[in-house]
């Protein structure tokens, strides 16, 4: 069964850290472009970073550059984010999906699927 697994969402302080785990079962997360995404409410859906099956390229959406690190561990099959210097407008639920290439257009989520119940991060003081 093609699963991928959210977790480490929570309650941070403005300036603090957490790692979001996606953990895949029934494939192998090497093979695919993996996205983290995250939606607020009553926002649209938005692409937070990818990181490319062809060549582990990484992607980042610009506000979260230099804060938001993706990684990848093939032996756990999970990806990670870490997610340092949080903001209040990071708040929202992360989702991480698959797809199958890479694609310029990765933000949009749309060549993703296998997506995740997603995890809650809030970041507030």
């Known amino acids: 069964q093609v699963q991928l697994v959210e977790s480490g969402g929570g309650l941070v302080q403005p300036g603090g850290s957490l790692s979001l785990s996606c953990t895949a079962s029934?494939?192998?997360?090497?093979?695919?472009?993996i996205g983290w995404f995250r939606q607020a409410p009553g926002k649209a859906r938005e692409g937070v970073s990818c990181i490319s099956v062809t060549d582990g390229n990484t992607y980042y959406l610009d506000s979260v550059k230099g804060r938001f690190t993706i990684s990848r561990d093939n032996t756990e099959n999970t990806v990670y984010l870490q997610m340092n210097g949080l903001k209040p407008e990071d708040t929202a639920v992360y989702y991480c999906?698959?797809?199958?290439?890479?694609?310029?257009?990765?933000?949009?989520?749309?060549?993703?699927?296998?997506w995740g119940q997603g995890t809650q991060v809030t970041v507030s003081s």
């Open positions: 029934g494939f192998r997360l090497d093979y695919y472009t």
């Open positions: 999906a698959r797809a199958s290439w890479y694609s310029s257009t990765w933000f949009t989520g749309m060549d993703f699927g296998s």
